[in-house]
């Protein structure tokens, strides 16, 4: 940046004011720790500075600066799951026992499912729905949170998910069902059940 | 016949990958018979669309930390020093 021709689109200050709140939240809501989501943003800063060549406006600069985070946060939880394999968790987080709960010894429902299902937003308002969710997600153990948000709130491909995370098919449907069942009971308990009634 | 406890899983499977045929075969025959485990079919495609809105939202919380502002505006700065 060393010409005299100042193009605004490429001014970092400005980055940093107009879009670190939205990245510092886009990062947060999907690493869960706040010391974690700032490194992020920084590195994500770093290498847009770098790279900027390479932004030529086929996108907005968000846009452009989300995509860079997004990999940044990709392979943040890569590099956590390879120093952590699975193997290495304790047993209770791969227990199924809460499952037990739901079913008899014959798997049959023991309470049955709510209707919620038929029209989650009925007179209820988005954002609540969000901060109900965002609060499900915060008690689900971290392994399937990480699954969770790169399959559904990411969106990656279960093939890539596999892939960053390192582990086996099997593995992953498991834990997405696991993540599924938990945060159902979840959004049951915690709102949607008690708002409509069981049956 | 798959027990009601199968289906939750298959169903969740069925979000993540196609299951064989016959498979998807008995799950549909299930979920015929089955009010809970159809209810349960929606809630797991209602979860899906609620966290595409979350993903979608720019969800409201705190912004990024004055501190950490500064010291990113920092770190930037001392970038664009170097050549």
């Known amino acids: 940046m060393a010409t005299e021709t100042v193009d605004t689109h490429l001014d970092p200050a400005r980055w940093l004011d107009e879009h670190g709140d939205l990245l510092y939240r886009y990062a947060l809501a999907r690493v869960r720790d706040a010391e974690v989501a700032e490194d ?3 590195e994500t800063f770093v290498a847009a500075l770098r790279g900027q060549r390479n932004f030529a406006g086929r996108s907005s600069e968000r846009t452009w600066l989300v995509g860079i985070l997004k990999n940044k946060i990709v392979d943040h939880l890569r590099r956590k799951w390879r120093e952590q394999p699975l193997s290495e968790l304790e047993p209770a987080e791969q227990a199924e026992d809460f499952l037990d709960l ?3 010894r014959g798997g049959r ?3 049955g499912a709510g209707r919620w299902g038929d029209d989650p937003a009925a007179g209820v308002r988005a954002a609540d729905f969000q901060r109900v969710l965002a609060a499900c997600l915060e008690g ?7 699954v969770f948000i790169l399959r559904e709130i990411e ?3 279960s093939d890539e998910v596999r892939q960053v995370l390192n582990i086996s098919p099997t593995n992953l449907w498991a834990m997405l069902y696991r993540a599924r069942m938990r945060l159902r009971g979840c959004l049951e308990a915690n709102w949607l059940g008690h708002a409509e009634g069981k049956r | ?3 009601c406890r199968d289906v939750t899983r298959l169903v969740s499977e069925s979000l993540d990958r196609e299951l064989p045929p016959l498979l998807r075969f008995r799950l549909r025959l ?3 018979l089955c009010l809970f485990c159809r209810r349960f079919e929606r809630q797991m495609l209602a979860l899906r669309a609620l966290a595409r809105e979350v993903a979608a939202g720019e969800a409201d919380g705190p912004g990024l930390p ?4 500064e010291r990113i505006r920092g770190r930037l700065r001392g970038e664009q020093a170097q050549p």
Request: aromatic share 6%; net charge neutral.
């Open chain 1, 102 to 104: 739901l079913f008899t």
């Open chain 2, 1 to 3: 016949m798959l027990t």
């Open chain 2, 30 to 32: 299930h979920l015929v």
């Open chain 1, 140 to 146: 689900l153990p971290g392994r399937l949170a990480d």
């Open chain 1, 40 to 42: 992020l943003v920084q």
């Open chain 1, 109 to 111: 429902w023991k309470e």
């Open chain 1, 155 to 157: 969106q990656l491909p």
């Open chain 2, 66 to 69: 004055e501190a950490a502002k």
